[in-house]
């Protein structure tokens, strides 16, 4: 039963284009959405994250969209650049940002082509 | 300031064995939490300390994993006896606060029992 879906597993986009990582939940609970960005021997880097009372935040080249009907959010990465070439996972929390326990996806891989 | 470090990298055991992981929190935060990610699934959470207590164990998938942090610095996972399905990485993060927008995150240890 999982509860965080990303159902791309790897996503290619060229250097300069947008990039859109999606992710669906099934947990109505879950308040608190965050997005991490994975290197290849490294740990989850924390990115860019939103509250369910927002629909959009947004951080320099990355922001994130919100759609509690749909129980769907995604990550645009504007322009995307070959250093953004990682692992991203989302992660969702109940209780807000002041909750530890972080339910993830299963990642997505993203390439970005020079 | 130096991040949070595990050890070992990487261990490769055989099925029976015992097998000790290690996590360095960043010096000063009380906050350490245990994940892990089995191959091809989604990061889970394990557990959670609060400077030597723990908070939160519910993630602990049984009683062949034993969690401690002696003093509320370093903490070791132990999982004996290790079984196939214990292989994975997994990853220790820590955060001055209790607030998933600020753990960072180890870079994992890798487990292969075979």
């Known amino acids: 039963d999982q509860q965080v879906k990303q159902n791309s597993p790897s996503l290619s986009v060229q250097e300069g284009r947008i990039s859109i990582l999606n992710c669906d939940y099934t947990?109505?609970?879950?308040?608190?959405f965050l997005w991490y960005k994975k290197y290849p021997a490294e740990g989850p880097t924390f990115l860019i994250s939103?509250?369910?009372?927002?629909d959009k935040n947004e951080d320099g080249r990355f922001t994130v969209f919100l759609n509690k009907s749909a129980k769907h959010l995604s990550l645009h990465i504007v322009p995307s650049q070959p250093g953004d070439s990682a692992v991203y996972f989302c992660?969702?929390?109940?209780?807000?940002?002041?909750?530890?326990?972080?339910?993830f996806g299963k990642g997505t891989k993203l390439s970005v082509i020079p | 300031e130096a991040g949070v470090t595990q050890f070992p990298s990487h261990s490769v055991i055989e099925k029976g064995q015992t097998v000790t992981l290690r996590c360095d929190p960043i010096?000063?935060?009380?906050?350490l939490y245990w994940y892990r990610r089995v191959m091809g699934k989604e990061i889970k959470f394990l557990l959670h300390?609060?400077?030597?207590?723990?908070?939160?164990e519910s993630g602990m998938p049984n009683n062949r994993f034993l969690a401690e942090r002696t003093g509320g610095t370093y903490s070791t996972l132990k999982v004996q006896p290790a079984e196939l399905e214990d292989s994975g990485v997994y990853f220790c993060?820590?955060?001055?606060?209790?607030?998933?927008?600020?753990?960072?995150f180890g870079q994992g240890t890798r487990l292969t029992v075979v």
């Open positions: 993060a820590s955060s001055q606060r209790v607030t998933n927008t600020e753990a960072f």
């Open positions: 992660a969702a929390s109940k209780m807000g940002a002041g909750s530890y326990q972080l339910t």
């Open positions: 010096s000063g935060h009380d906050n």
């Open positions: 939103i509250s369910s009372i927002k």
């Open positions: 300390f609060v400077k030597e207590s723990k908070q939160d």
């Open positions: 947990n109505s609970m879950f308040d608190y």
